[in-house]
């Protein structure tokens, strides 16, 4: 049985766990929401986002365990409320469908990762090297050495890495309410 007073030791208890939901609990990470989602549903997804007025900020890659991860990043003008997109993809044969046709400033963002990663986007009008040299030999220069690479649980803890379904009617609501969402308080 402890000696200190209860009240305390209760209030102890109550800083210690809000330090620990604190460091292990969702932070505002720049996104108001950020998705996984599957290659063949990234076409339909970005539609639904440039039909509620979100714009694409940039296309990113990342060489980990389990693929490529091809990051999209899109936010709107009107209002606060900034979406990731996550696609993984095979490293033996990695493609993702283009957005170009929805976001034509997608091609140069597509083209530097095609360069860099050597990820495909398929439909793409010109999917031609942007920034090396069009006779580089080799792999793409930003691949990792396979011991260098690190898997979704390292990079994302405690977070779920399931595509969501853009059939949950969840997906669309939440990204016309994203302004709303408390993690904006909490930058």
Known sequence: MSNQDPKAENSKDQKKAAKEKKSTGPEYTGYDLDYFVQAKDLFNAVHKLDQT???LEDI???DM?????VVYHFDRFDQPGRVGLRVVVDRQDPQ???IYDIYPGAAWHERECFDFFGVRFTGHPNLLPLLLDPEHKGPPPLQKDETERKGLD???PNREH??????DQDFMRKIQDCSNLKSRTQS
């Open 53 to 55: 007025g979100f714009f």
């Open 60 to 62: 990113s890659c990342l």
């Open 65 to 69: 365990e389990e693929g490529f991860q």
């Open 96 to 98: 993702v469908p283009s």
């Open 154 to 156: 390292q990079l994302y």
């Open 162 to 167: 399931t595509p969501i379904s853009l059939e």
